[in-house]
C-alpha cells in the first residue's frame, strides 16, 4: 500500500450513484477510485491493486458477477461487495458462488455500505482466500458443506431447514462479527419482514437446537443483547 | 388347404386393403370441404326429396300427425345436418367462442395494467413531491433546526418510496421464488404476530385478543413458508389496528374443521363501505378511509397472494353501521397425513 488510506475501486454505471457515494467514502478516510463499467473494472484491478472492489450487478460491457468471476480465476483474492439491482433471492446465492464477500441489496444506507466495507476489510488477510469463496466451512465439531447445502456434527449429518442453513453459512462466513437481524434479514430472506425480528429469531433457536448450542453457555452462536449475533468459534475454510 | 390358404390370402389382403381404405377415409374426413358437403347433403336431399315427393302428394299417417313423405325427408334431413355439424364443427365453434373469451381477458389484464400504472405514478409523485420541497428547503434555509426538519422530511418522504419499492418487490418476487413447504404451527405463529403486533410504538395501549380453541386436539399444521404466512396475519392484524380506534376492539380468532383451518381477525372500526369492499385487495387501490394514512397500498394485494398461493382464500365482510366493523377470514387447508 503506498497511500496510507486503503484504496477502494467502486464499479457502478449510474453516475447519481458513483459520484454521491466516492465523496462520502472519501469523507470515511478511503481513497476512491470509480469506473462505469465492468471492462475498466477489471483493467483498474490489475492497474491499481485496489484493497477492496464494490461492483454493481448490472453494468455495460461486463457484469459484476462476470468481472468478479475473472478476478478469482486468476487467484487474485481481493475483498468484494457485490451491489444487487434486484432482491431475487437466486441473486444473492449466486454471489456467494462468485466469491464475493458481502453484498448489499439497492436502495441501500451509505453507513451501511461503509459497515460492510470495514468489516470485510478487517476480516480480509492480504493474498488469501477469504472464507467467502470456500465451499467447506469447519468450526470445532461443525462442518458446513455450502454446495451440498449440508450441514454435519462430528461427521454426522444434521437436519436444518433451508433458511436455517443459509443464516448459519451467512455467520459462519462472517465470524467474529456482529450480525444484527436487520442484516441477516437483507442477506438470508432479502426482504425486510415487518416482524422480521422475531423470524429471525425462531430460526435462530432451530439453528442453535439442531446444533446443539445452549444459548447462555454458547460454543458457536452468541447473542449479543439488543445488537445481534456474533459467530465466536474459529472457523477454517477449505 | 386350399381354402384355408385362400382364406388366409383374402385374409391378407383385407389386411392390407383395410388400412389403405382407412387412411384414405380419413384423409377425406379431414378435409374441410368433405365435411361441409357430408354435413349439408343430407339437408339438401331433404329439399330435393320434398320438390320431388310434392308431385304425388301422398299423406301418410305417422302417430297422431299427418305428414307427406316430402316434409318427413326434409325433417330428416334437417335433422342429420344438425346432428352431423354438431359431430364435426363442434370443436371449431367452441374454440371460437373461447377466443372470444380470450379477447375479454386480455382486453381486463391491459385495463388493470393501465389502472396500475396510473395508481403507480400516484404513489411515486407525492413522496417526490415532499423530497422535492425539503431539499429546497435544506439549500434555502439558514437556521439548523429548520435544515434538520427538513432532513427529517426528506427522511420521510424517502422511507415512503422505499416500502413502495420493497413491497412491489415482495409481489414481484413471490411469482418467481419457490415456496417453502414445511409443517407451520398456526397458533403459536399467530402468538408471535400478536406480540410483534402489540411491540409497535402505534399499537401501545391497544390490546388484541387472541382466541384460541386448545379442546379437544391441539391445531393440525398447515404446510408452507412460516415467514410469509406470518406476513398475511401481520398485515391483517397492523391493517385492524390502523383503522380503528383506542375505544375499539380487535379480535384474533381460530377455529378448524378437520379439513380448514380458519383463522379471523375482526375489529369494530369504521367499517368498509360496500361499494369499496370489492376493490381493496387490488394492488395499489386506497379506500377513503386510507387517505392520509402510512402505507403502501400492497399490503392487502400481497396478503391476498400468498393465502392463494398456500392454496387458501382470504374473505372479507364488512358493515358501517349497526353494528359496525371488519372480519377478514383466513382459510389455509391442513396438511393431509
Known amino acids: ?238 | 388347404m386350399r381354402r384355408l390358404k385362400a382364406g388366409r390370402a383374402f385374409e391378407i389382403a383385407t389386411m392390407k386393403l383395410l388400412p389403405t381404405l382407412r387412411d384414405f377415409l380419413g384423409r377425406l374426413f379431414n378435409k374441410r370441404l368433405t365435411r361441409v358437403i357430408v354435413t349439408v347433403l343430407p339437408f339438401l336431399l331433404g329439399i330435393l326429396a320434398t320438390v320431388y315427393v310434392q308431385n304425388f302428394l301422398r299423406p301418410i299417417p305417422i302417430l297422431a300427425f299427418r305428414m307427406d313423405i316430402g316434409m318427413a325427408a326434409l325433417v330428416f334431413g334437417v335433422f342429420l345436418t344438425l346432428l352431423l355439424g354438431a359431430y364435426f364443427f363442434g370443436d371449431e365453434s367452441r374454440g371460437w367462442f373461447a377466443r372470444g373469451e380470450m379477447e375479454d381477458v386480455r382486453r381486463e389484464m391491459d385495463e388493470n395494467r393501465r389502472q396500475f400504472i396510473r395508481r403507480l405514478d400516484h404513489e411515486i409523485k407525492n413522496p417526490l413531491t415532499g423530497l422535492q420541497a425539503a431539499l429546497v428547503n435544506m439549500s434555502e434555509v439558514s437556521v439548523d433546526s429548520d435544515r434538520h426538519r427538513a432532513g427529517e422530511n426528506a427522511r420521510h418522504a424517502l422511507n415512503r418510496l422505499k416500502r413502495l419499492l420493497a413491497d412491489l418487490r415482495k409481489l414481484a418476487e413471490l411469482e418467481e421464488r419457490p415456496l417453502e413447504r414445511l409443517p407451520v404451527d398456526i397458533p403459536a405463529l399467530l402468538e408471535d404476530v400478536v406480540d410483534a403486533i402489540q411491540s409497535l410504538p402505534a399499537a401501545q395501549e391497544r390490546k388484541v385478543n387472541l382466541m384460541i380453541a386448545r379442546v379437544p386436539w391441539p391445531f393440525p399444521p398447515v404446510t408452507g413458508d412460516r415467514d410469509l404466512l406470518s406476513l398475511v396475519f401481520y398485515n391483517l392484524l397492523e391493517n385492524a389496528i390502523k383503522f380503528t380506534t383506542r375505544d375499539d376492539s380487535v379480535e384474533v380468532r381460530i377455529l378448524e374443521d378437520g379439513k380448514d383451518i380458519l383463522i379471523e381477525v375482526a375489529d369494530n372500526g369504521a367499517g368498509i363501505s360496500p361499494g369499496e369492499l370489492p376493490k381493496i385487495f387490488d394492488e395499489l387501490y386506497r379506500g377513503t378511509n386510507a387517505r392520509g394514512t402510512e402505507g403502501s397500498g400492497l399490503g392487502l394485494a400481497l396478503t391476498r397472494r400468498i393465502v392463494v398461493l398456500h392454496d387458501g382464500s382470504l374473505d372479507v365482510r364488512s358493515r358501517q353501521q349497526d353494528p359496525r366493523g371488519t372480519v377478514f377470514t383466513v382459510r389455509l387447508p391442513v396438511t393431509r397425513r
Open chain 1, 1 to 238: 500500500m503506498k497511500d496510507e488510506r486503503s484504496l477502494i475501486l467502486l464499479a457502478d454505471d449510474d453516475p447519481s450513484i458513483a459520484d454521491t457515494l466516492a465523496p462520502f467514502l472519501e469523507r470515511a478516510g478511503y481513497h476512491v477510485l470509480t469506473v462505469s463499467d465492468g471492462a475498466a473494472a477489471l483493467d483498474k484491478v490489475h492497474s491499481h491493486r485496489p484493497a477492496l472492489v464494490i461492483l454493481d450487478v448490472l453494468m455495460p460491457r461486463m457484469d459484476g458477477r462476470e468481472v468478479l468471476r475473472r478476478i478469482r480465476r486468476e487467484n487474485l483474492w481481493l475483498p468484494a461487495i457485490l451491489l444487487t439491482q434486484v432482491g431475487e433471492s437466486s441473486e444473492r446465492a449466486l454471489a456467494l458462488e462468485e466469491g464475493a464477500d458481502d453484498y448489499l441489496n439497492k436502495p441501500f444506507d451509505p453507513h451501511e455500505l461503509l459497515a460492510r466495507i470495514r468489516a470485510v476489510l478487517r476480516r480480509a488477510r492480504p493474498g488469501e482466500r477469504s472464507l467467502s469463496t470456500s465451499w467447506i466451512l469447519s468450526a470445532l465439531d461443525l462442518t458446513l458443506d455450502r454446495r451440498a447445502r449440508r450441514a454435519s456434527l462430528k461427521g454426522e449429518s444434521v437436519d436444518l431447514t433451508p433458511k436455517a442453513l443459509a443464516v448459519l453459512e451467512y455467520l459462519m462466513t462472517h465470524p467474529d462479527e456482529c450480525v444484527s437481524r436487520e442484516r441477516l434479514l437483507e442477506a438470508v430472506w432479502g426482504w425486510e419482514y415487518p416482524a422480521g425480528t422475531r423470524t429471525v429469531d425462531t430460526r435462530m433457536a432451530e439453528l442453535r437446537r439442531t446444533i446443539g448450542d445452549d444459548p447462555e453457555k454458547p460454543r458457536y452462536i452468541e447473542t449479543i443483547t439488543a445488537e445481534g449475533y456474533r459467530f465466536i468459534a474459529p472457523v477454517k475454510g477449505g
